[in-house]
Nanobody, 118 residues
Framework: QVQLVESGGGLVQAGGSLRLSCAAS????????MRWYRQAPGKERELVAAITSAGRNINYADSVKGRFTISRDNAKTTVFLQMNSLKPEDTAVYYC???????????WGQGTQVTVSS
């Protein structure tokens, strides 16, 4: 059974930092590209950051470039999202997503709430 378990969310003041983690189990982690998405109240879910299976290619949404960093530890089957210089508009539920290479198989985590106060 595949599980993606996010942690690290919380309440932080604007300008602060948080580090999200997503621990994966039940899958061969190195066969999956990983992404972070977020969804704010009343808005569509949006892609925040993506990292390929070996970590060679990384992409960010324009809104988080220069502030967020995605990384992965394949030995620990975990993907991270370091979020710095947080803004109130970063407030959302953040979701981890695993996409199997060359396949339509994909999995979502349950989400973790990030709230940035002004």
């Amino acid at each position: 059974q595949v599980q993606l378990v996010e942690s690290g969310g919380g309440l932080v003041q604007a300008g602060g930092s948080l580090r999200l983690s997503c621990a994966a189990s039940g899958l061969t982690f190195t066969n999956y590209h990983m992404r972070w998405y977020r969804q704010a109240p009343g808005k569509e879910r949006e892609l925040v950051a993506a990292i390929t299976s070996a970590g060679r290619n990384i992409n960010y949404a324009d809104s988080v470039k220069g502030r967020f960093t995605i990384s992965r530890d394949n030995a620990k089957t975990t993907v991270f999202l370091q979020m710095n210089s947080l803004k109130p508009e970063d407030t959302a539920v953040y979701y981890c997503y695993a996409q199997r290479i060359g396949s339509l198989y994909a999995y979502w985590g349950q989400g973790t709430q990030v709230t940035v106060s002004s």
